[in-house]
């Protein structure tokens, strides 16, 4: 689906994520600056170990040898 | 207020956890009324941490120590009574608070009642059932003995008894012989032993006849069941008597009166056995009774435990409190959450009320230089990730909390290491099995190992949600590939696939959309692929982490005023693994075949030799060199600036103070102060010291970078490990047992599955990679910008004090 695409959607997760952080616990400046940066985190690896794996196999240098059994 | 360093971060708007809770010093000064009551409102606030103002009095000097005397005698009761609550198989009921509170002593007098009760009542018992045991063993003696009799009123018997008595006769003919005779029972393991001796001793001149009984009898002595013989011997002579009982006394031998008369037999036999139903009705109406006691305690045993200790808590808090000098008011200090001013002011005022005193507490804030406790406000989730990072060092005063990050790193890095959605989803059953029982569980015992999972419910519970997302993306179900997201992006190379056994498959669609093609599992050239993969995955994970640890101590630096000795540190670790991780990425984006090992290491041994082949993007090697000086640069820049700094503000501070300060001479109030200015100023500031100080966190950190971002490749490893383990089960036990067709075979290599998949992959594997993950955040997240040379807050709280005592 292409890498800017699926980056996209890892985004508008995570904006999902936060507003409905924001909106189901709602507890305050501090409480919710905590919360966002768990979300925001959280987006973050997901999206960082997708977008490794997906580049690592945009190029490859090796093809898959069949075992052949 | 006390703060460290100098300063409050105005740099950021405040995140919860981030930092502890600002705290501060207060001093309480309570009439010694209302003492008690303001102690135990604050208990149940939770909310204070005491010092304790008599340190150099012994326990024994203490003003309380009588009263907690008496709470220990009563600790002494309930622990007797819920001994015997145990012993009779009642357990304590958790009952709800009734509204009836106890005064402590009326309670004393009570359970001193109580006491006396239940001893008298269990002696009672005692020497019943001892009466009893007697009466049982004498009735059996009798039923046996009459059975023996009735069995061979033979002639053996009464040869036998003529034989002795012509014997007597023989050795003395004057005297007059009558035969006497003993009975009762003696225990089966010495039944031999005791009639040998029984021989010798009488020289043969007596008659023992044993008969073992069948069922074992409860010895009245020792309260036990055993199997025993029940004995009669005839004997003549009173010196033979005399031995005859030492003996049986010697052997435990329990002797009752055997009539010889049948009739007489009979009779006592019906009286015996009267004797012991009206003996049975008694005894079961003294443990009815004991019962009933204990019953009645039962149900309040949970609030008088409460009760007494609370107040055993109580009075070592008050033992804390300086008198002061008119013996009129106590004073208390403590540590305390700035938030929690008004809560405790509130708790004071209260007890003040309701102790009928004239007069009231006395609230103040203090000023000092020593170190606050850190105290950090978590809830059930967060609470068990604060716990993980506290086990390594508690924070020290207001610096950042890894603790905030650690709640989603912590279960990703796991997830890194143990990807495989299937494993994850039953991780996750699990602990889901864990939480919803949460009310239930929290109020039982558990012992040390479910309660340790139980505890960690929540961290497992975000360890298997990433789990179960990276094993999506290693695309691995129990090491089974799945096309979920699409088709595989590679086909042979022509129709008949002929070369796809040599020369492998190309890639001919768009690559897989999510996580790694499902072609790979099992080819030939899975390994080189995936390792690649991991490794590189492994490094450019490791550099975030270190680079959020370096500016959350760019955090800590800009909240304490400190030197900002994180910039030279970024330059460092990026200039080398941050390049590494861009080259990864260049070389991933524009498929080049450049060897990266060549690539780094060259740019150290040779920088200005020419790439060649090894070329990523143009200007490679310009842009190498830039790099390599700024590395260089950046070591100085790591060593000499802030001991620099540090001189300067030294130097700052002490302008002028040449002189150290004067004691206060007069008493009382200042005797408090003196307390503080002990940990105070005119610290000694040697600069070679603070020099040498940064040279080994330099030393520490350039080495460190290497060692650190090759120390994540565990991150690969353990995940290798984890898959191969996985695909070994599947295919050597799984497939195996499958390829034979046969259902048995099929039974027991599933059930084989199944343990090797829960013990070595659910739980090793879960541990390993716990274990790994935690080390990767103490060590190389951590020490980047963690100090952890803190103390944590322990508020005298009732809460934790009747929780830990259990």
């Known amino acids: 689906m292409g890498f800017w695409v699926t980056t996209l959607i890892f985004l508008l997760a995570g904006v999902v994520g936060s507003l409905f952080s924001l909106l189901c616990c709602n507890r305050g400046p501090s409480t919710n600056l905590f919360h966002l940066t768990l979300v925001i985190t959280a987006t973050v690896c997901c999206w960082m170990m997708w977008a490794i794996v997906y580049l690592a196999q945009l190029k490859p240098l090796i093809n898959p040898i069949l075992s052949g059994e | ?806």
């Not at chain 2, 003995?145 to 069995?151: G, S, Y």
């Not at chain 2, 068990?384 to 890095?413: C, M, R, S």
């Not at chain 2, 103490?778 to 020490?783: C, R, Y």
Request: hydrophobic share 45%; charged share 20%.
């Open chain 2, 1 to 806: 207020m006390s703060r460290g360093g100098g300063g409050g971060g105005g740099c950021c708007p405040s995140m919860d956890l981030m930092r502890s809770e600002a705290m501060q010093l207060v001093q309480v000064i309570i009439p010694a009324e209302s003492a008690h009551l303001a102690v135990s409102y604050l208990g149940d606030l939770g909310l204070l941490q005491f010092k304790d103002l008599n340190v150099d009095k012994s326990p024994f000097q203490r003003t309380y120590a009588a009263q907690i005397k008496r709470c220990g005698e009563m600790a002494r009761k309930l622990r007797f009574f819920k001994e015997q609550m145990s012993k009779a198989s009642i357990s304590a009921t958790s009952t709800q608070f009734s509204g009836s509170s106890l005064e402590i002593d009326d309670l004393e007098v009570k359970l001193g009642e109580l006491e006396v009760e239940l001893t008298e009542v269990n002696a009672n018992n005692e020497k019943l059932q001892r009466t009893y045991n007697e009466l049982v063993e004498y009735n059996v003696v009798l039923q046996k003995l009459n059975e023996v009799q009735q069995n061979n009123r033979g002639k053996c018997q009464q040869i036998s008894l003529a034989i002795l008595l012509w014997r007597e006769m023989v050795t003395d003919p004057s005297k007059q012989v009558k035969l006497g005779s003993l009975s009762g029972l003696v225990p089966k393991e010495k039944a031999m032993a005791f009639e040998r001796i029984l021989f010798r001793a009488t020289r043969g001149n007596m008659f023992l006849r044993q008969e073992p009984v069948d069922e074992a009898v409860t010895d009245p002595q020792s309260g036990e069941k055993a199997s025993k013989n029940a004995f009669v011997i005839f004997y003549s002579g009173e010196r033979a008597k005399s031995k005859i009982v030492k003996i049986c006394d010697a052997f435990g031998a329990n002797r009752y009166p055997f009539p010889d008369d049948l009739g007489k037999q009979l009779q006592t036999i019906q009286e015996v056995s009267g004797k012991i139903s009206e003996l049975k009705a008694t005894i079961e109406i003294g443990l009815a009774h004991r019962d009933s006691i204990l019953k009645s305690i039962s149900s309040e045993f949970e609030q008088w435990n409460t009760l007494v200790k609370k107040e055993k808590a109580i009075y070592h808090t008050l033992n804390m409190l300086s008198l002061d000098v008119t013996k009129k008011c106590l004073v208390a200090e403590g540590w305390s959450p700035v938030f929690a001013t008004s809560q405790i002011q509130d708790a004071l005022q209260r007890a003040t009320v309701d102790s009928k005193s004239q007069v009231g507490s006395i609230f103040q804030v203090l000023n000092t230089q020593e170190p606050p406790p850190t105290f950090f406000q978590t809830n059930k989730f967060s609470s068990a990730f604060q716990e993980i990072v506290d086990a390594y060092g508690i924070a020290k005063y207001q610096e950042a909390n890894p603790g905030v990050f650690t709640i989603v790193t912590f279960p990703f890095l796991f997830a890194v290491m143990f990807g495989d959605w299937g494993h994850g989803i039953c991780i996750l059953l699990a602990t889901l099995y864990l939480i919803i029982r949460e009310k239930k569980l929290a109020s039982q015992k558990l012992d040390d190992i479910m309660d340790m999972m139980f505890g960690g419910r929540y961290v497992i519970l975000m360890m298997s949600l990433f789990s179960i997302y990276t094993g999506l993306i290693y695309n691995e179900f129990f090491s089974v590939p799945f096309e979920l997201f699409g088709k595989s992006a590679y086909a042979c190379r022509d129709p008949s696939c002929g070369d796809a056994t040599t020369e492998g498959l190309i890639k001919v669609r768009p690559t897989y959309p999510f996580g790694v093609d499902p072609v790979w599992h099992g080819s030939r050239s899975e390994l080189p692929f995936l390792n690649s993969l991991k490794m590189k995955l492994s490094i450019l994970l490791g550099v975030a982490q270190m680079n959020l640890g370096i500016v959350m101590s760019y955090f800590n630096a800009r909240f304490f005023r400190n030197a900002l000795n994180f910039i030279p540190q970024l330059i460092f670790l990026n200039s080398l693994f941050g390049y590494l991780s861009l080259l990864i990425i260049i070389k991933w984006c524009t498929g080049s075949k450049a060897d990266l090992y060549h690539v780094m290491i060259y740019m150290f041994l040779s920088p200005t030799d020419d790439l060649g082949e090894n070329q990523l993007f143009p200007g490679q090697k310009l842009v190498q060199l830039v790099l390599l000086l700024l590395a260089l640069v950046s070591v100085p820049w790591m060593l000499i600036p802030k001991p620099l700094l540090l001189k300067k503000q030294h130097e700052q501070r002490h302008q002028g103070q040449q002189y150290t300060m004067l004691q206060a001479t007069d008493e009382s109030v200042t005797e408090l102060e003196e307390h503080h200015a002990d940990s105070h100023d005119h610290e000694e500031f040697e600069f070679s010291e603070v020099f040498v100080h940064q040279l080994i966190h330099t030393i520490e950190f350039v080495l460190g970078a290497v060692s650190n971002t090759a120390s994540y490749l565990r991150l690969w490893a353990l995940s290798l490990a984890h898959s191969e383990l996985s695909s070994v089960f599947y295919e050597k036990v799984l497939v195996l047992s499958w390829g034979y067709n046969n259902i048995v075979i099929l039974i027991i290599g599933a059930i084989i599955f199944l343990f090797a998949t829960i013990g070595v992959l659910l739980v090793m594997e879960t541990l390993s990679a716990f274990l790994h993950a935690l080390r990767l955040h103490w060590v190389e997240f951590q020490n980047k910008f963690y100090e952890g040379d803190g103390y944590k807050f322990a508020p005298f709280a009732f809460a934790s004090i009747i929780e830990e005592e259990d």
